[in-house]
């Protein structure tokens, strides 16, 4: 095993100095990139989320995620450590057949604690954007392995544009919402009401959505709830309402009933135990759940 690790780190920094001509160069700067010829990138498309990444050689890769409901972020992933930590120079760079091209300095980025550099949203846009454009956004290191050395880790636009159009589709067909932003809703009811309002319909909508697509969603249990004003039977009735009112519109969406637990409670369950104004506007709710396998 001792024996694997060293080989595999000298065959490491072997090749982070024989890929330095892939790359444009500043100084000494060692870098990895994909050459012209073996520039791939790989699509992993769904309605629920859409993955455009490239190996780099002998780094790692790195990977453009689309999650429905989100914007995309791109995440630098080496395969194994490679000494680098701390702030790093995200730039643009010319690729080989752009010579003259000026380098454009997008932002600084920094390495996690386990290795990877997570982009920012308005970051991977651009990173996007000069890709297309048929340039290398190209992360800048400092201190390699404690040296003064830097080492610059490119992204290659060879063969980028097919696979670019084959995401953007992905993309234009993603869910409104992903799993996590709608496994938990509460939708609110003024005093003494039971029907749905324009927004909550709006918010079921995204539920009913969402479910409908993910044959993983098992069960969807829709409680309702009251405030604690007035008498108890007459609340544990309108909670019931309230939740019937959630679990019609929902089947009328096309939710499979099977899937749908309704239960009524009444003012047992209020968000806190303070009688406040607050407290009963908060309380007045159903809530939807959702479990998947």
């Known amino acids: 095993m001792r024996l694997a690790q060293l080989l595999l780190s000298s065959l490491f920094v072997s090749a982070l100095y024989v890929s330095t001509a892939l790359l444009p160069q500043q100084g000494m700067a060692a ?16 309605k629920f989320s859409c993955r455009l990444s490239q190996l780099i050689p002998l780094f790692g890769e790195g990977v453009f995620d689309h999650e429905a409901g989100e914007q995309v ?24 057949w752009q010579p003259g091209v000026a380098v454009h300095r997008i932002g600084e980025v920094e390495f ?19 890709l ?25 636009a060879a063969n980028f544009p097919p696979a670019y159009e084959s995401y953007a589709d992905c993309v234009a067909q993603l869910l409104p919402v992903n799993y996590r932003q709608i496994a938990r809703t509460a939708v609110l009811f003024p005093s003494a ?12 909508d995204l539920i009913a959505i969402y479910v409908n697509n993910d044959d993983a969603v098992n069960s969807v ?25 959630v679990t019609a519109y929902l089947e009328q969406k096309g939710v499979n009933p099977d ?31 959702l479990d998947r396998n």
């Open 259 to 289: 899937l749908i637990t309704t239960r009524y409670h009444g003012e047992r369950y209020p968000v806190e135990q303070k009688n406040n104004r607050a407290t009963r506007d908060r309380s007045r709710r159903v809530t939807i759940r």
């Open 73 to 96: 972020r791109f995440t630098l992933k080496p395969l194994q450590g490679h000494g680098l930590n701390g702030k790093v120079q995200l730039l643009v760079e010319a690729s080989p």
């Open 132 to 156: 297309f454009k048929g340039r290398m956004p190209t992360f800048l290191a400092q201190n390699w392995s404690g040296t003064n050395e830097s080492v610059r880790i490119g992204l290659s």
């Open 193 to 204: 009401q039971w029907q749905l309002s324009d927004s909550t319909k709006a918010r079921l």
């Open 112 to 130: 996690t604690s386990n290795g990877q550099i997570p982009v920012s949203e308005q970051y991977s846009r651009q990173m996007l954007a000069s």
């Open 31 to 46: 870098g990895y990139a994909a050459s012209i010829e073996k520039s791939k990138w790989d699509l992993e498309a769904s």
């Open 221 to 245: 249990y829709v409680d309702g709830h009251s405030d604690a004003q007035g008498r108890r039977l007459a609340n544990r009735d309108l909670s019931k309402k309230r939740a019937e009112a």
